[in-house]
């Protein structure tokens, strides 16, 4: 896989007398989660996995050098069942990546880490990532911080639509990947799905709504595709990239900045 961490800042690049010598009080370790699965019929199954990075590692390299942050390995897979049907999708079950975070939180937890953050860029994820986050800082002693996407950018230029309802392949994903691997985006096989419009607010949506109904991919979207890839440019990608980053970057240091957990 690709990667956008500066050696430097990567943790599994380190031999294990480095690690035993960083400051266990400040030391911040990102773990990224993401998914492999469908996204459509022009981006690549990595697609969360490599955003994840690609923003993290722009992130990262915004801190300054003496800021002891380090990204561990990614959980390349994620809670991806909703786009199960569509080849290529590889799930795993709430309960085994719930598992594979405790874990890892065990791990670091026994190596003495007390700062920890899970930086997630997949949906399926996300109420993972909530509950897991709580329970590394109830069991371990963990200060545990969770992290979501592109920590919350305004997307200048987006069309409102997009904003809310182009959440998987659409415009926002694709410019990203146009603008870091372009030759991994099939611009001739873009297709356009929105599973709701966002002037007619319906009571009973599949998200952003007080009322959903637990939707699978292959009910709303025959091509994958939640969103309008065909405005992407690698510009904007380029811009959003920047942006995220900076507030990534923010996010990073305040939680370096945070006090740790009493046991
Ligand atoms: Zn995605």
Redo the contacts with the bound molecule.
Sequence with gaps: MKTWIPDERNFAYLNWKQVDALPRDKTLLVLPTA?I?Q?GHH?PLA??TL?NNLLLGHAIKKLPAEVPVYALPPVHYGKSNEHLGFPGTLSLSASTFMAVLRDLGASLSAARFQKLVLYN???GNTSLIDVMARDLRAEFGLRTFALHGSGGISFEGLDPQEKAYG???GEV?TAFLLAAVPELVDRSAYTVNYIADSKKPELLLPENAAATFAWLTRDIADSGVMGDPRPATAENGAKWLDAAATRLAAALQAMVNFPNAAK
């Design positions: 998914a699965e996204h981006l697609t969360d955003i860029t997949h949906g959440f998987h392949a994903e």
